[in-house]
């Protein structure tokens, strides 16, 4: 049994605590664009501008026109094989999702299964609007951030509930993420190239306190020489094949 599938199969066999750290690579067969690589969305230059804080002050509302059209578009997505292979695969031990994504793809994905696992949003959702003055935070889709709104409690502007670079992840998310790399047996890398912190630490930290690190992405990563187990491939076809061996 040498197959790289077969060991990361032995390795969930008998119900152990896994951290799954997930990236933009797991949605990338659901046709949402990536963030690095040939045809990544940070291939253009406004992308990175667009995706930090200072922007916000700077030009709100080209910056709102962006994430407003991602919003729009979250509609028109559906979760895809990897996303509902991981969420049956969720059902068979203690599993705990840490997703750096903004699409609510896993979520879709439970409820199509019919099983929620732990999923903490380390860099928040495009489904959540938040002030940017008090914080006051709410799921709403059909509010048009393009016509600057304004919170109702403080009269702050709204933005949406995501993480940008300059700013600081949402510490409970992060705690229960760090919480699960401390206890887990295994921990599965996929979709993530793992350079942005402190969400490519989470990896680390399992393997310092000895889990068997899975990576499943079908390039090379930051994360890919600390990984005991690699799988070259894509998620959408991976996480079906394991989660047959398994489920
Ligand atoms: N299956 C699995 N992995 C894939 C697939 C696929 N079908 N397609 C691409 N990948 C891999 C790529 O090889 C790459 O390693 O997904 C990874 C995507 O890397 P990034 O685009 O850097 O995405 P991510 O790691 O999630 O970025 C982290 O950076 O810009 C910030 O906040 C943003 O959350 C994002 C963070």
């Excluded at 059902?91 to 929620?116: C, F, P, S």
């Excluded at 409690?153 to 700013?167: A, D, I, N, S, Y």
Aim: charged residues 25%.
């Amino acid at each position: 049994m040498n197959e790289p599938i077969e060991r990361a199969a032995a390795e969930l066999a008998d119900e152990p605590s896994v951290l799954v750290c997930a990236g933009s690579g797991l949605s990338a067969e659901s046709g949402v664009p990536t963030f690095r690589g040939d045809d990544g969305m940070f291939r253009d230059p406004d992308i990175a501008r667009l995706t930090h804080v200072q922007t916000f002050a700077s030009d709100r509302k080209e910056m709102m026109r962006w994430y407003q059209e991602r919003r729009e578009k979250l509609d028109t997505l559906q979760p895809n094989p990897g996303h509902l292979a991981l969420i049956e695969l969720c059902r068979t031990g203690d599993y705990t999702i840490a997703t750096q994504n903004v699409d609510h793809l896993l979520e879709a994905a439970a409820d199509e299964v019919g099983y929620r696992p732990p999923i903490h949003h380390l860099h928040g959702s495009l489904l959540v609007v938040r002030c940017h003055k008090c914080g006051n935070a709410f799921e709403d889709l059909s509010l048009d951030l393009v016509k600057l709104p304004t919170c109702e409690r403080c009269g702050g502007p709204l933005r949406p509930g995501v993480v940008w670079f300059g700013e600081s992840l949402p510490a409970d998310a992060l705690q229960k993420s760090a919480e699960a790399a401390e206890r887990a047996d295994v921990c599965i890398v996929v979709g993530t190239s793992g350079l942005v912190h402190p969400a490519a630490s989470l990896p680390q930290i399992a393997d310092q306190r000895g889990a068997t690190l899975i990576e499943i992405n079908p390039n090379p990563t930051e994360l890919s020489d600390i990984c005991d187990i690699v799988i070259r491939g894509k998620s959408g076809e991976v996480l079906p094949a394991l989660a047959e061996k398994i489920v």
